[in-house]
Structure formats: C-alpha cells, structure tokens
C-alpha cells in the first residue's frame, strides 16, 4: 500500500506519523488557539457597520504619507483587496515586498507569509494587522516533532511547504509551493523525501514523481472538507463546468477533478481558458476575486463556499490600526532568518532560475550566498 502513486491509501502513514500530528491537533494549546480565531472570526463579521468607503480613504492616504506597501493574500475579504497595492499567493507576495522599495510593508494575510516576507526582507518593517490570523495547517507541525521526525529518517531531505514558520523553514532542506511542489521535488537527488506538514500535497506530488514521498499527517481545513460527493453534484448539475482543485484537497478530490492548480494557478486558468464555466474547490475569497475579474464567465463553488477563518479576521478596521499604529511587528530571530532564508533560496533558484535571486535581492538590498 506504501507505493500506491496515486496517492490514494491513507495507509501510507504509519501509525506513528499520525499520532506525532495528533498529539498536537489534540493538545489544550492547539484547541484554545483555534477557539479564539474562530470567535474572532465570527466577532469581528458582525462590527460591519463601518463606512466602507471612508475607511478605505483614510487607509490610503496615511498609506501614502507614510510610503508603506499594501499586500493582500488572495483570501483576503474584497474591501482589503481592493485598497492593496497587489493581491496574490504568498510566494507572489514575498516577491513583490523583497522588490519593493517601501520600509514597511502592511501584510494582509497569515502569521506565516508576513514571517517569510521578513525571512527575504529582513531590512523591512512587516506588519500583520491581526497576530492571531494563523493558519491550521502550519500548526500541525513545529520544531521538536520536525527533529523526531527526521531522527525516524535519518539523512532524508526535508521539503517543507511555505505553510510553516519559520523556526521549521530553518530545520528544513528546501521549500516550495503549492505552485512548484512537484518540480522541487523532483530537483532533489534522495529516493525518499520526507514532506512538510500538507499530506494532501505530498501525495498530490507522489503522482508524478519517482522518489518515495513520506508526508506529514497534516491538513488545511479548508480545503480538506471538500468532499467528492460536492464534486460528482457540481457535474450532475453543470455537465458543462471544468472543475478546478487545490492540491490541498483530498487525492479523492483531486481524482475528480478536472485541472489541479495552486491559487495563482487559478487565477491565471479563468483568465486564459476557453470554457465559461469553471467550478473551484477552494477559499472563496479567491472565488470572489476571479469572479470580478471574469465577469464573462460563470465562476461557482464547488460545494458551499468554504472561508479561512484567519485570512478573514483580519477586517479594513485592523488595516487601519496597522497603518497608524505600526502594528504589529512581525520579528524574527537573526539566526532563524539566516538558516529559513537557505530552503527558501534553493527553492528560488530551482523554479525562478538564479539571475532571478540574485535581482530580488540586489533590489531589496540583502545578503545572499548563492550555491
Ligand atoms: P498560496 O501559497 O497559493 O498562497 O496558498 C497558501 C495557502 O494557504 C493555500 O491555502
Ligand atoms: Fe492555512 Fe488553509 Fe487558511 Fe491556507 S486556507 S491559510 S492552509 S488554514
């Protein structure tokens, strides 16, 4: 069962994978954290009466009077969207940001993209409106499991995928992206490589790869809850949809669907394909945005519409605190920074090509040894 390509057996865990992931998805920690986001979440939807348009103003006048850059992840809600200077994946932000000439950079998205944004531009003030906006999946993995992990498997590379923070980026080997998964892996001489934190991922890149991957049992509860049966209704009822999926999705998901892509991915498929009905199994800010973007076509959800609840706690209000108020700083340790920024180089070099690295950090000014 361990060698199923397709990625379909959950028996490619051993038991003891699954218990390292559940010992921290059950701990009272792990419990409390995601309580509060939720509530947050929830609290934080109902302060709506706010003057949307005024807010923004005021978001984009302090914005320019202090030069500072406006980053949106792609699940953000619409309003913090649309006063961003760019919307994108998280790798696509961390690029921009390093590129950009601004000092502060407001990060409107996870606690682990706003860290990467500082890994790669450690001479910038990065700033994430709401510390609590997490992310499930990145915390289903942390620095003293990672260390058991790699003792079981002694000299296996790490591949970790950017959902993980970055004291795991620095006891890592390189990372990737959803967008870049298959092609790091592949890039890597080992016949085994143990894979970080997403067991959706791992097994999506198992498809296509020769190496055995030995993943992570962890998950985004996002996109792990849609379910095939959203799929086989979505076709019944719109035989003419092509169904798109996140990696992140179960291998059931993905056997599916039509066309697999990461979230930039997608954005890119709406724009250049021919069909005018495309169903996506993912966050549904992201739905949203490709629906403005293609008002020609018919954007659906596969499904009822899933929401990240930390992407979506973070409101125009906390923008504006963040902006006025310089908070909150994201810091991370020098040393932790020295070491995170080798598996994310290696991962620049391999899908972006060296001249790229080497003109991303000439711009933001940083110190790099390339290999
Ligand atoms: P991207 O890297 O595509 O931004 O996705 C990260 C993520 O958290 C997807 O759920
Ligand atoms: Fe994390 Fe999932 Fe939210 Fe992405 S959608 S940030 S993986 S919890």
């Not at 993209?113 to 409106?129: F, I």
């Not at 934190?197 to 049992?217: A, H």
């Not at 998901?253 to 990461?262: C, G, N």
């Not at 293609?294 to 609840?309: A, F, Q, R, Y």
Request: glycine letters at 4%.
């Amino acid at each position: 069962m361990n060698e199923d390509k397709n990625g379909k057996s959950s028996a490619l865990l051993t038991e003891e994978q699954r218990e390292y992931a559940r010992q921290i998805f059950k701990s009272k920690d792990y419990a409390e954290k995601w309580k509060g986001i939720s509530t947050l979440f929830l609290k934080t939807k109902a302060e709506s009466s706010i003057d949307t348009k005024e807010v923004q103003r005021e978001i984009l006048r302090i914005k320019k009077e202090k030069g500072a850059l406006i980053l949106s992840h792609n699940y953000m809600i619409l309003e913090i969207q649309e006063i961003a200077d760019f919307v994108g994946d998280s790798l696509e932000l961390a690029i921009k940001a390093a590129e950009s000439p601004y000092e502060f950079v407001v990060f409107c998205g996870v606690h682990f993209m706003a860290e990467g944004v500082k890994v790669v531009s450690p001479e910038k003030t990065v700033l994430l409106p709401r510390l609590e906006a997490g992310c499930f999946m990145a915390d289903m993995i942390n620095l003293e499991v990672l260390k058991k992990f790699k003792e079981k498997h002694p000299g296996k590379p790490v591949v970790c995928y950017i959902n993980t923070d970055a004291v795991v980026k620095a006891e890592s080997d390189i990372c990737c992206t959803s967008a870049n998964a298959v092609q790091i892996v592949k890039s890597i001489d080992s016949d085994e490589v143990l894979f970080i934190p997403d067991r959706n991922l791992g097994l999506y890149v198992q498809r296509f790869t020769k190496q055995k991957i030995i993943p992570w049992d962890g998950w985004c509860n996002v996109h792990h809850r849609f379910r095939p049966q959203d799929i086989v209704k979505l076709k019944s009822q719109h035989p003419d949809a092509v169904v798109v999926a996140h990696p992140e999705c179960s291998p059931e998901v993905i056997d599916l669907a039509d066309e697999v892509f990461s979230t930039g991915g997608m954005v890119r498929f709406a724009r250049e394909t021919k069909h005018k009905k495309i169903a996506f199994a993912t966050e549904e800010g992201l739905i949203d945005r490709i629906r403005r973007e293609n008002p020609d076509k018919i954007i659906l959800s596969v499904g009822s519409p899933k929401t990240c609840v930390n992407m979506k706690s973070i409101r125009l209000l906390d923008v504006l605190s963040a902006l006025k108020e310089e908070k909150y700083k994201i810091e991370v340790p020098e040393d932790i920074i020295e070491r995170a920024r080798v598996p994310l180089i290696k991962m620049l070099e391999i899908s972006k090509g060296k001249d790229f690295v080497r003109k991303i950090f000439s711009t933001s000014g940083a110190k790099i040894s390339l290999s």
